[in-house]
């Protein structure tokens, strides 16, 4: 089991969710962390709900959005990324956006769990929002950001080479077009996060 390490002092910094969503969410949920290797590359996996082995709600769009927003570079080859994030839910029978249950983990490239979190309704009474759950989740991997050299060196993780960066963040770029053609993306958020991936790749 992990032991929580999380500071509960931080000021609220969430603009998907209300304060008092916020600090409900923080006391009715179960949520632990190691710390977590700054500016990573990380591999969205599955999100499963019943009887769909496929993201129908599109909470994992949200994670990797709320990744982006803080410095991490998803990456489509699972071979290369630092952590993996999976995670099972469960929806509203009817209103398939409000996510009634989940269980989610992210794990480094070792297979050791670094953040675990879950909720259920029938325990907290708490009904989630793909988006919110986007926010949260970006909430709890803030506060567990740890220093780059430290994390790698503890934890044997090896680093990537300039050439396989300067591809991760040209296959970021191409995803985050794909999130401003969905709109789950602003064009300034864009031009935001396109800007910093252009230094890596042109080595800036």
Same mark, same amino acid.
């Given at each position: 089991? =992990? ?10 910094? !969430? ?13 009715? @949920?179960?949520? !632990? ?32 959005? /709320? ?23 469960? @929806? ?7 996510? =009634? ?26 009904? =989630? ?25 503890? /934890?044997? @993780? ?6 396989? !960066? ?9 995803? *985050?077009?794909? *999130? ?25």
């Amino acid at each position: 089991m =992990l032991v929580p390490v999380l500071s509960l002092g931080q000021p609220f910094d !969430s603009s998907g969710l209300s304060k008092k969503k916020f600090e409900k969410v923080k006391s009715k @949920t179960t949520y !632990s962390s190691k710390k977590i290797v700054d500016k990573s590359s990380v591999f969205i996996g599955e999100f499963r709900t019943k009887n769909r082995p496929f993201d129908k709600s599109n909470i994992s769009s949200h994670i990797k959005k /709320n990744l982006i927003d803080i410095n991490f570079i998803p990456t489509t080859n699972i071979e290369n990324a630092d952590y993996v994030v999976e995670a099972n839910y469960v @929806t509203d029978a009817i209103a398939k956006k409000q996510i =009634l249950g989940l269980w989610l983990s992210m794990n480094d490239s070792n297979g050791n769990t670094v953040l675990s979190w879950q909720f259920e309704r029938k325990a907290g009474g708490i009904i =989630l929002k793909p988006d919110e759950i986007g926010e949260f989740f970006k909430y709890i991997v803030k506060q567990n950001i740890g220093d780059e050299k430290s994390s790698f060196e503890s /934890n044997n @993780t090896k680093n990537k080479t300039s050439e396989s !960066s300067k591809n991760i963040a040209i296959e970021e770029l191409k995803k *985050l077009k794909e *999130l401003l053609d969905l709109e789950l993306i602003t064009q300034d958020e864009f031009d935001l996060k396109s800007k910093k991936l252009k230094k890596i790749i042109l080595d800036q």
